[in-house]
C-alpha cells in the first residue's frame, strides 16, 4: 500500500499474531488468511501473510491500519489475489498500530486476522535524489552527497519514482510503463495499452498518474495492477499529485476571471472551488504537498516581472501569499511544507535587463520552510547564486533540505541546501533536471 522510503535504522521485527476468529467463515466466502505476521523497520512495517485453509477461492485481499492518519485511502488497502504482503510507512514514532487482514471472495470477504506494531520511539529515514542527467538517463544521488550518482534508466524523459525506489519511466512509443526494479532487477512492462503523455506522477502509496494524450483526463494506475481509471477529466493548465494521493487540476482564471480547483481525495471524494481572480497577476505552474494543499507559482502582469508562490489551503477558496518578501527563487514542495531558497537581493525586469541597471545580490542567502498553516522557519545559507528571473521548481526531502539545479551564472550545478541553514553543498557541476527526491 504505502511504498516507504530507504530507511537507515536498525530493523526492529516485531511479530504478534492476531487471533484467529472463533468460528469458521461460512464456505462461500473465504477463511481467515494464516500466519500473519508484521515486521518493521523506522517508519515503515510489512504485513506478511498465506492463504485460508477453508472456504472459498480468495479474489483479492482487504488490509487495512489503524490509526490511520497521513496514510492513503484511510489506511485501507485492496490488493489483487496474489499478494501475500503489504507495506505501510509514514508511521508516526511511540504509536502503537493494529494491521487487520481479509480475503476477499466472488461471494464475500472472510473473517479478519490483526497484528500489532509499536513504531519505535525515534526514526530516521533516508531518501535519495532522482534526476534526468543531461543525456537523457535516470540517475539517483543519495542525499548527502557523498557519492557519485548511479544510472538508473536510458531514456528517462516524464519518469518517477516510488518510495521504494522502483523507477517508471514512459516508453518510447508511450504506450507502456517500463518499471526498473530498485534491487536492479531486469526491467519490466508494468502496463500497456495506454495513452500516454512524457509526464509520469507518483504518490506515496506507489500509485502513477499521468495525463492520457487521447482524452485530455488525468488517470490513475492503481499500484494494485488493477486497471487504469480516469480520476479528472480535464488537466486544466496546470496539476499536481500530493504524495497523500490527493490530485487536484488548476485551470488558471485570465485578468478579472476565477481560477478553477478540482481536487480528488485519496477516498475519491470530489471537491470543486472557485478561486477569485486575486490582482495583476498571471499563474504558471502548481504543486502540492502531502496534505491537501496547493502552492501556485505567480508572476505579476506589470513590468516588474516579480513572481512568487501563493498557498491555497485544503478545503480554502482564498489565495494567501506564502512569501515574506521578493526575490529571486528555487522552491519545491515535502509532505508537510514548501521550501524556499531566496536571493540576499532583487530588481525589477527593466533594471535586471539593463547592462547599467541592477546589480542586486544574487547570493541564495534564505530557506525559508512554510507549514500550510502559516508558520515559518528560516535560516542562513550560503555558497550559491541565483540563475535569476524565472520559474526554477526544484525537490525536497523529509527533513526539509533543497535541491536544486542552477543552469546559469557562477554557481552552475546541482546543489543542496541542508535544513538547518548554512553553506551550500555542490552534489554534481553538472546540469540536472526533473528532481524527484524519494
Known amino acids: 500500500m504505502y511504498r516507504a522510503v530507504v530507511t537507515a535504522a536498525a530493523a526492529v521485527a516485531l511479530i504478534i499474531g492476531g487471533a484467529a476468529p472463533a468460528t469458521a467463515a461460512p464456505s462461500s466466502v473465504p477463511g481467515a488468511p494464516t500466519a500473519v505476521r508484521v515486521t518493521g523497520a523506522a517508519d515503515s512495517a510489512t504485513v ?11 479474489t483479492s485481499w482487504r488490509v487495512t491500519v489503524t490509526p490511520a492518519e497521513q496514510q492513503p485511502d484511510n489506511g485501507v488497502d485492496r490488493l489483487p489475489a496474489g499478494a501475500r504482503s503489504d507495506r ?14 481479509r480475503a476477499v471472495g466472488a461471494g464475500g470477504t472472510g473473517s479478519a486476522v490483526a497484528v500489532h506494531y509499536t513504531a519505535p520511539g525515534s526514526v530516521r529515514t533516508v531518501q535519495s535524489l532522482f534526476a534526468l542527467n543531461a543525456a537523457g538517463s535516470v540517475v539517483r544521488f543519495p542525499t548527502t552527497g557523498t557519492a557519485a550518482p548511479v544510472t538508473i534508466a536510458p531514456n528517462g524523459t516524464g519518469f518517477t519514482a516510488d518510495d521504494v525506489g522502483d523507477v517508471f519511466v514512459p516508453s518510447a512509443d508511450r504506450t507502456s ?30 500509485n502513477l498518474y499521468f495525463v492520457d494524450s487521447s482524452t485530455g483526463a488525468i488517470t490513475k494506475l492503481p499500484v494494485t495492477g488493477a486497471a487504469p481509471v480516469a480520476i479528472i477529466p480535464s488537466a486544466g493548465t496546470g496539476w499536481a499529485v500530493g504524495r497523500d494521493g490527493t490530485v487536484s487540476a488548476v485551470t488558471f482564471g485570465q485578468q478579472g476571471a476565477a481560477t478553477t480547483v478540482v481536487s480528488v481525495s485519496p477516498a475519491g471524494v470530489r471537491t470543486t472551488r472557485s478561486v477569485p481572480e486575486t490582482g495583476y497577476q498571471t499563474f504558471g505552474a502548481v504543486i502540492a504537498d502531502g496534505q491537501g494543499d496547493l502552492y501556485l507559482n505567480y508572476t505579476s502582469t506589470g513590468a516588474s516581472g516579480a513572481s512568487g508562490w501563493s498557498v491555497l489551503t485544503k478545503g480554502s477558496s482564498t489565495l494567501a501569499s506564502a512569501e515574506s518578501r521578493i526575490g529571486f527563487e528555487y522552491a519545491a514542495t515535502n509532505t508537510r511544507s514548501l521550501l524556499i531558497a531566496k536571493s540576499a537581493g532583487w530588481c525589477a525586469a527593466p533594471a535586471d535587463a539593463s547592462p547599467g541597471g541592477c546589480k542586486a545580490d544574487k547570493t541564495i542567502t534564505t530557506l525559508t520552510a512554510r507549514s500550510a498553516d502559516g508558520s515559518t522557519v528560516e535560516r542562513t545559507t550560503s555558497g550559491v547564486k541565483a540563475e535569476g528571473r524565472g520559474l526554477f521548481i526544484g525537490a525536497a526531502d523529509e527533513a526539509g533540505d533543497l535541491f536544486f539545479d542552477v543552469s546559469g551564472g557562477t554557481t552552475t550545478g546541482l546543489w543542496r541546501l541542508k535544513a538547518a541553514g548554512g553553506a551550500a553543498v555542490q552534489l554534481s557541476a553538472g546540469q540536472f533536471t526533473r528532481l524527484l527526491v524519494i
Open 88 to 101: 505501510f510507512g509514514n508511521l508516526t514514532a511511540s504509536t502503537a498500530y493494529t494491521f487487520s487482514v
Open 177 to 206: 510503463v517500463l518499471m526498473y526494479p530498485a534491487g536492479g532487477a531486469a526491467v519490466r512492462t508494468v502496463a500497456t495499452g495506454l495513452h500516454l503523455t512524457a509526464d509520469l506522477r507518483s504518490d506515496v502509496a506507489g
Open 48 to 58: 506478511t501473510w498465506g492463504l485460508p485453509k477453508s472456504g472459498a477461492r480468495v
